[in-house]
T-cell receptor, first 115, second 113 residues
Framework: DADVTQTPRNRITKTGKRIMLECSQT?????MYWYRQDPGLGLRLIYY???????NKGEISDGYSVSRQAQAKFSLSLESAIPNQTALYFC??????????????FGEGSRLTVL | QKEVEQNSGPLSVPEGAIASLNCTYS??????FFWYRQYSGKSPELIMS????GDKEDGRFTAQLNKASQYVSLLIRDSQPSDSATYLC?????????????FGTGTRLTIIP
């Protein structure tokens, strides 16, 4: 089983629908992140959380919200999906005990299509 | 100006040759630098990290860092077809206590058998 698990792996939805992407990890890491990847734009940070009580906006948080339900679970919600949110979404984790929080471990990705 | 810039490629290299991937960054205070490899349809995986000026070698991979020039590179020796992937450069910001990783757009590398 993957250390960082994302569900669903693929989702097609319609404009205006509420969507939740879920992430769970068994690595025991305290830090969790949500990124989106678009062709030509690379990986961009949406939200991140350094522990259960800590939630921070990334560079592209508008239109998204998150919930850190437990150390191992971090969910991303699109309250009212729009077509330009069509992208590949990655959850990632990192361990504060290593030299740098840049050592990320990624989930397998969730491909979201908004029609 | 983008914070982290990479040549988008694609870069084609014959099998057995050296592949050279380059990255420049804008935050002079950055201290941590990473190379991630991403196969088509897969998630990124960390292959190299470098924190000090100079070279860091790991098997066929060598990362090179020059903070004065704000430049980091990745060399892949004896390139294999399995090295064909997109390589992402990532730089950790210098905002203490709120370090975040900024990714380049990636360089697609193809190793020609």
């Amino acid at each position: 089983d993957a250390d960082v698990t994302q569900t669903p792996r693929n989702r097609i939805t319609k404009t205006g629908k509420r969507i939740m992407l879920e992430c769970s990890q068994t690595k025991g890491h305290d830090r969790m992140y949500w990124y989106r990847q678009d062709p030509g734009l690379g990986l961009r940070l949406i939200y991140y959380s350094f522990d259960v009580k800590d939630i921070n906006k990334g560079e592209i948080s508008d239109g998204y919200s998150v919930s850190r339900q437990a150390q191992a679970k971090f969910s991303l919600s699109l309250e009212s999906a729009i077509p330009n949110q069509t992208a590949l979404y990655f959850c990632a984790t990192s361990d504060f005990r290593v030299q740098s929080t840049g050592e990320l471990f990624f989930g397998e990705g969730s491909r979201l299509t908004v029609l | 100006q983008k914070e982290v810039e990479q040549n988008s490629g694609p870069l084609s290299v014959p099998e057995g040759a050296i592949a050279s991937l380059n990255c420049t960054y804008s935050d002079r205070g950055s201290q941590s630098f990473f190379w991630y490899r991403q196969y088509s349809g897969k998630s990124p995986e960390l292959i190299m990290s470098i924190y000090s000026n100079g070279d860091k070698e790991d098997g066929r991979f060598t990362a090179q860092l020059n903070k004065a020039s704000q430049y980091v590179s990745l060399l892949i020796r004896d390139s294999q077809p399995s090295d064909s992937a997109t390589y992402l450069c990532a730089v950790e910001g210098s905002n203490f206590g709120n370090e975040k990783l900024t990714f380049g757009t990636g360089t697609r590398l193809t190793i020609i058998p």
